[in-house]
C-alpha cells in the first residue's frame, strides 16, 4: 500500500500535453483526461510524451522500461456525475467528480481502474496523476492511468 500511496501523492505534468487552466467556480463541469499507457518490460522505448511520467514510474517499478501512449480522452463532468471510460482489452475505467474546486483549489475525485478497488483523492488542477494499475493485457503490458482534471478555482 506505501507505493499507491506515493503515486496519489504524485502530480506529475506529462510534457507537451499541457495547456492553460482557465478557472471556474464549484459546480462549472470540470474537465477530466484521461491517458491509457502501456508499460513492458521489454525493450526501451519510451514516447517523448510520457518522458516525466516513466521516469517517476520507474523509480518504484524499474523494471518497466517502455512506455507506450495507448489512447487519450477527454470528457466534461459536472460534481457527481460519473463516466466509464476505455482502458485496454474490453476494460474500462470509471471516474466521478466527486466535488469541484474547494478553498485549497483542489478536486476532488474518484476512480476505479481494472483489477484495482476505487481510489479517492483530491487534485490539483492542470497536473496528471499516475496509477499504476496491477492489471497486465495478454503480451504482458502494464495498464498505467494518467488522469488529469480542470478547470480550477481562480484566486
Given at each position: ?75 466534461s463532468l459536472k460534481p457527481g456525475e460519473k463516466v466509464s471510460l476505455p ?31 476505487e481510489i479517492e483523492y483530491q487534485t490539483v488542477c492542470g497536473k496528471f ?7 497486465q493485457t495478454k503480451s504482458k503490458e502494464r495498464l498505467i492511468l494518467a ?9
Amino acid at each position: 500500500m506505501p507505493r499507491l500511496a506515493l503515486l496519489i501523492a504524485m502530480s506529475l505534468s506529462v510534457a507537451g500535453m499541457l495547456d492553460a487552466c482557465p478557472c471556474h467556480g464549484e459546480k462549472d463541469p470540470i474537465k477530466i483526461t484521461l491517458v491509457v499507457i502501456l508499460a513492458s518490460e521489454e525493450g526501451n522505448s519510451i514516447d517523448p510524451r510520457l518522458k516525466a511520467i516513466a521516469e517517476e514510474v520507474r523509480k518504484l517499478h524499474p523494471n518497466l522500461k517502455t512506455f507506450k501512449l495507448k489512447h487519450m480522452e477527454n470528457k466534461s463532468l459536472k460534481p457527481g456525475e460519473k463516466v466509464s471510460l476505455p482502458a485496454v482489452e474490453k476494460k474500462m475505467v470509471d471516474l466521478v467528480i466527486k466535488h469541484g474546486a474547494d478553498k485549497e483549489n483542489r478536486v476532488g475525485l474518484a476512480v476505479t481502474a481494472p483489477a484495482m478497488g476505487e481510489i479517492e483523492y483530491q487534485t490539483v488542477c492542470g497536473k496528471f496523476l499516475p496509477i499504476v494499475t496491477r492489471f497486465q493485457t495478454k503480451s504482458k503490458e502494464r495498464l498505467i492511468l494518467a488522469i488529469r482534471v480542470q478547470p480550477c478555482r481562480g484566486d
